[in-house]
Every structure is written in C-alpha cells, then in structure tokens.
C-alpha cells in the first residue's frame, strides 16, 4: 500500500453522485408545469435506478471555502457538544448501533426547545421533532453490507441513502394532508414552482453524523441549483418502513437532474458534537463513498475473516497483502482508519496464543471495524429562524 500521498491537504474530492436518469422523466400531470420523475418499480434509492455523475465536491471545512447558510445555501452545520446528556444518549445509540423508541423520546426531549446560533445573525428555535422520520441509518465501506440479519423497521436498518433527492414537497403528501393545503402559506420555502420567504416557522431536517469516516453526506448549494429544470416532484413509497392510511402511503418528495453547474460540500471529519440543519423542503443531498474506502472494505473483509477464525479457534489463513494504491485525495480520517485496520492485520495472533492476547486484538480489530461503518441519525424538526439577539436566543429546553 503506497503511502506517499498522505501529506496531502484534501479540500475537495471527485466521486460519484446518484441522480435521477433523464430518459425517465415526464411532463406533470398536476398542472404544475413542472416536470416529473417516474416511479421505477425498484425504487427511486434503488442503485440500479440512478445515473452516477462524477462531481466535484469540496469539504467545507477547509482554508478559503464558504461557511454553509441555512438561508443562502439551504444547510449549516449547529454545535451539540454543549448539551451533555445528549452527547451521553448518543455515544451511547452509536455503541448498540440502534435506536429504541424510549431513546427516541429522549432524543426529542434533550433537543425540544434549544436554540442555536446560525450565520447571518441568525438563530434557530427546535420547536416539535416529529416521531415519524427519526430514523438511524448505517452503511458499510464502499457500499459494503454489514449486517446481513438487519431488517428494516421505522427507526432501524435503513441504508445509507444514495440518491441525490429532497426530503418533502410542500405542496404534497404528506403534508398537504396534514396541514389541509396550508403548508405552503405556513413554512418558508423555495420550491420551482412558488416560494415563501417571509415566514420565520421553517421545516429542517437535524442529521446527526454518529460517525461518517466513510459515506458522507453531500449537500448542494441551492443557489447553483436551476429548479425549473433540474428539481422533480417524486412520489416515494413508504410501505416497506412506514405504516400510512392509505391516501398518506407515498411521500411526494425531490429527485434531481445533474448539472455540471451543481456545486457540492461535505465535512470529512464530523461526529455528534455536530449535526447538519438543512431544508427539508427541497435541499439536494444524499451520500457518496469517498476516494479511498475500497482499501477500507478490503482491510474490513481481512479483518472479518481473522476474527471469525481466532473465535473459532482454527489456524489463522493469512489474507494477501492489499496492494492498493491509495489516492492523492483520500481525506485524513479515512487514511488514519486505514492505518489501524492495517496494523491490525499484520498483527493477528496466531490462534494458540493466550486467551487474553486473543480477546484484546478481537477487541481491537472489532473497534477498527466499526470506524468505518457510516452510522447517523436523522429527524425532521419544525423550528423558527429568528434573530440571534436576546431575547429570541434564549433557550427554553425541558431538559438543562
């Protein structure tokens, strides 16, 4: 494995983003005069459903780049560290790799309430995290599947999501049966086909990045998005993890079209203390496996494979060497994850060594195999986007 690359600094990465395919897309019927995505009977998310495009996507974090604007841009990132028990619940949702509904309400009531300082002088007031849409969501290096037992359920088991698409229509199901058409005149938001700028009462998904050294979330510059011809009303199943009356059983959501013009972000290094607020009426976004994460699902697989025979108790059958290359624009977490596993392989007990020096490297190479595995959380919160003086950033949080 060459490591000659690794005094690089990353600021921007080429990898593949899932979009909707142009062939499929057809005239609206809802008078909108909007365009729409077909319903492929696999699934919008489904991987052989989407044209991949190589983009170009920079980490905001770095020298020089844009700090992200919930109003401009249609995302920001808000600090969690402060809140102590929250970070507790959390570590500990991250460790048992689920999430039960009695961590659920307690997610809910540490965030209930919060307010947090956002740019432009602004802040954001958490007011209602809905039940529905809390969802924990794990991913496994280069598209590997971790956990083959993992079946689906409303909070647990869903993949790491591939497509690049939008969260909710405001015009559309299930929030026009909700609110009774009145979604559109109460939240603000920009659509292709009408906005709502005035109103501070906002719809944002919380994404709380468990860990992400692999499939990070990218986010769009909404401002490089050309709505009228690359934003399409999508209509999503939601009867394989939702349980809907019958008119509710789709969510009328965004899928999008490429466009060299498209301009992306991502944080490569980013864990609880953290969490993305973004639009949830329309902010382009979905997940992408960075340069670099094929020579971390090959130390993963050796590492599997070690385990599972030092457990048995058989002789060790050494794995060949990874050959891989690294790239140039592998970010540092990942190359660091890479390292351990690397380490971890080469130093592999044989299988009669003490019983205590086994369980100690199973320990560790249990740990390493964690790391890369993408885990978050995700919620949809209706909050206020107020000025940040007092006393509108005054927290009124049920829990201190």
């Known amino acids: 494995m060459d490591s000659a690359a690794f005094s690089v600094t990353v600021t921007q990465v080429e990898a593949d983003l899932g979009f909707y395919r142009p062939s499929a897309v057809v005239d609206d019927v809802a008078g909108r005069g909007l365009k729409r995505a077909v319903n492929p009977t696999a699934g919008y998310d489904d991987v052989g459903q989407l044209e991949y495009r190589r983009c170009g996507i920079r980490d905001w974090s770095a020298s020089g780049q844009p700090r992200p604007s919930l109003r401009a841009m249609g995302f920001e990132a808000i600090d969690l560290s402060g809140i102590a028990p929250l970070q507790a619940l959390l570590a500990q949702i991250r460790e048992a790799g689920k999430i039960t509904p009695g961590e659920g309400r307690e997610l809910r009531r540490y965030l209930r309430g919060r307010v947090f300082p956002l740019s432009e002088g602004k802040c954001l007031r958490l007011l209602?995290?809905?039940?529905?849409?809390?969802?924990?969501?794990?991913?496994?290096?280069?598209g590997l599947q971790v956990d083959?037992?993992?079946?689906?359920?409303?909070m647990n088991g869903h993949d790491v999501a591939v497509s690049v698409h939008g969260d909710q229509d405001v015009r559309g199901t299930p929030l026009k049966q909700i609110m009774r058409g009145w979604a559109p005149r109460l939240?603000?938001?920009?659509?292709?086909?009408?906005s709502n700028l005035l109103s501070p009462l906002v719809l944002v998904n919380l994404w709380i990045p468990l860990q992400?050294?692999?499939?990070?979330?990218?986010?769009?510059d909404r401002r490089t998005l050309k709505a009228r011809e690359h934003q399409l009303p999508y209509a999503?199943?939601?009867?394989?993890?939702?349980?809907?009356?019958e008119e509710m059983r789709t969510n009328d959501i965004w899928?999008?079209?490429?466009?060299?013009a498209q301009q992306w972000y991502f944080h490569p290094d980013m864990d609880h203390r953290q969490a993305y607020v973004f639009d949830t009426l329309g902010e382009p976004h979905g997940a992408f496996i960075l340069p670099g994460e094929e020579v971390a699902e090959r130390y993963y697989l050796q590492l599997r494979q070690l385990s599972e025979q030092l457990k048995?108790?058989?002789?060790?059958?050494?794995?060949a060497p990874v050959s891989a290359q690294l790239p140039v624009t592998i970010t540092t977490p990942l190359r660091r994850a890479i390292d351990v596993m690397a380490e971890l392989v080469t130093c592999a007990p044989p299988h009669d060594f003490p019983a205590a020096i086994i369980q100690s490297w199973l320990a560790r190479a249990a740990a390493a195999m964690n790391a890369v595995v993408r885990r978050s959380l995700e919620m949809r919160v209706v909050a206020l986007l107020l000025p940040n003086p007092w006393p509108f950033n005054r927290s009124q949080a049920s829990v201190k």
Not at 128 to 142: D, H, K, M, Q, V
Not at 212 to 220: C, E, G, N, S, Y
Not at 255 to 260: I, Q, S
């Open 212 to 220: 992400q050294i692999t499939r990070p979330l990218a986010l769009m």
């Open 236 to 245: 999503l199943p939601t009867d394989s993890f939702l349980e809907r009356s």
């Open 187 to 194: 939240f603000r938001h920009q659509t292709p086909d009408g």
């Open 128 to 142: 209602s995290i809905a039940p529905e849409g809390l969802i924990l969501r794990t991913g496994g290096p280069n």
């Open 148 to 154: 083959s037992h993992a079946r689906m359920s409303g």
């Open 255 to 260: 899928a999008f079209l490429h466009d060299a």
């Open 312 to 319: 048995a108790g058989v002789a060790l059958t050494r794995p």
